[in-house]
């Protein structure tokens, strides 16, 4: 008679991360006899014996911090995609990597690009590919919402208007945007409203993001006040709504896939730019030549691709992608899971919540046996606030280091920052990042503020690293 064959602790995580944490966390070791050891044990469930040994087994290596290690906890290792590790001869096999989405295959895109959507077409950065200061275009992430345009056989011959509440509507080709203006360069955050998506639970619609849905290229164009300024904005302008040239994905011509707007105060913000150029290079396609608004700092909804009219409103702009719960946040928290129609208690996502990376290592990172001191590096940004602290732990949050912080280009740009860490043993460690905005605040733990659309989860970054 056949016997069932049980999976391994490292495949429950890998395929059923729930069951797993309940394998794990649900057995109950010896009992402390009272007192705070007791109180203690209490609080982080089942860390001990044969629990333990099946979780180090299950990452590859002996948890260095494991009495540190917050009971529930789904290991870095078994809870994000990575890369797979090969095993060093004569050492045992690295976790396996959790099933993620394809590699993107487009022209242009570096390989490692992770494809969440084929239609639109959606792809993320891991974090590991986003180590350069300037993100370089072949690196950078994805997003559309419909079809992608059809190609500009003369992009300087392409026009855009801005009309509405002007005095003098303006219309411009992408040439003589280029030749009638004054062009800037800046270094800007371009990111996606929903990036982080994937730290809620229960899960919210949309592309499971994780943080790689972040980019920060120079961009090259006209600040949009300047164009403002030219059409003559009226007393009543207030909002913008955006337009472009990307069809819907039902290819019906009458309806938008996305038309978003802002208040008139950012549009009017000088890193609000017109842009012709990426990286010093007319803007390709696939992310929204030749010409495209970008809206630093707030969603990449706002930064429309493929432009073609810029409408100045009296009010709040009531296009695609405006209303109900579409980049909206509740002002009042909701049960999760609620299924809400965003009527009441929300508002439109304005600044992009505080985030920070680690670019130097991929998670699931395989050092050297012996290693006791690693450099590492990485980003941070918080949208339109500015970036204080960046700090690191190796052991589950009991002690943080400060890292260096570089100074930014300009505003907007995201700040670089790197510095030292210490393993005391070989094993596996988890690498916690967490950054401090200039409002004091720093990252969670826990994605908080629950939204159907899965906006504005910024919980401190981890990886896995396993050493010998």
Not at 16 to 25: K, N, Q, T
Not at 358 to 387: E, M, P, Q, Y
């Amino acid at each position: 008679m056949a016997t069932k064959k049980e999976r391994s602790v490292g495949e429950l995580y890998r395929d059923d991360p729930e069951r797993a944490e309940a394998e794990i966390f649900g057995r109950k070791a010896a009992k402390p006899q009272g007192g705070a050891e007791a109180k203690a044990a209490s609080r982080r469930g089942f860390l001990g014996g044969a629990g333990l040994a099946a979780m180090s087994a299950a990452v590859g290596g002996p948890i260095v911090h494991a009495a540190a290690m917050p009971g529930g906890l789904i290991p870095a290792a078994m809870a994000q995609a990575a890369p797979a590790q090969p095993a060093a001869p004569g050492q045992a096999a690295a976790p396996p990597a959790p099933q993620g989405p394809p590699p993107l295959d487009y022209p242009g895109k570096a390989r490692g690009l992770m494809l969440l959507q084929d239609r639109p077409l959606v792809a993320e950065t891991p974090e590991h590919m986003l180590d350069d200061a300037t993100t370089p275009v072949d690196r950078f992430f994805v997003r559309n919402n419909g079809q992608i345009a059809a190609d500009f056989a003369n992009p300087d011959s392409h026009a855009f208007v801005i009309d509405g509440e002007v005095n003098a509507p303006l219309r411009l080709t992408v040439g003589e945007l280029k030749s009638r203006y004054r062009a800037v360069t800046y270094r800007l955050q371009l990111e996606c409203g929903g990036n982080g998506r994937s730290q809620f639970s229960p899960q919210a619609r949309g592309n499971q993001w994780g943080n790689g849905a972040i980019g920060c290229a120079e961009w090259t164009g006209v600040p949009l006040r300047d164009l403002l300024r030219a059409a003559g904005l009226k007393e009543t302008a207030r909002f913008t709504g955006h337009y472009g040239a990307d069809p819907h994905l039902s290819g019906d011509a009458a309806r938008q896939s996305i038309s978003r707007g802002m208040p008139i105060a950012k549009a009017l913000e000088r890193h609000t730019i017109v842009a012709f150029a990426m990286n010093g290079q007319p803007i390709p396609l696939i992310h929204g030549g030749p010409v495209r608004l970008i809206t630093p700092g707030w969603p990449g909804s706002l930064s429309h691709k493929w432009l073609t009219r810029i409408w100045i409103r009296d009010k709040p702009h009531d296009g695609a992608g405006m209303g109900g719960t579409s980049y909206r946040v509740p002002t009042v928290p909701i049960v999760p899971g609620s299924n809400v129609d965003g009527r009441e208690n929300f508002a439109d996502m304005t600044s992009m919540p505080l985030r920070s990376i680690l670019t130097s290592h991929a998670n699931g990172a395989r050092l050297a046996k012996g290693t006791r001191s690693l450099d590492i590096r990485g980003a941070a940004w918080a949208g339109d606030l500015d970036v204080q602290r960046v700090h690191v732990s190796t052991n589950f949050g009991q002690t943080w280091r400060a890292m260096r912080l570089a100074e930014p280009k300009n505003r907007f740009d995201w700040r670089r920052w790197s510095g030292a860490i210490q393993f005391p043993t070989d094993g596996y460690y988890e690498v916690w990042v967490r950054g401090q905005d200039s409002s004091g605040k720093y990252q969670p733990h826990t994605a908080g503020n629950w939204n159907p659309q899965g906006y504005g989860a910024n919980s401190f970054h981890r990886i896995a690293m396993l050493i010998g």
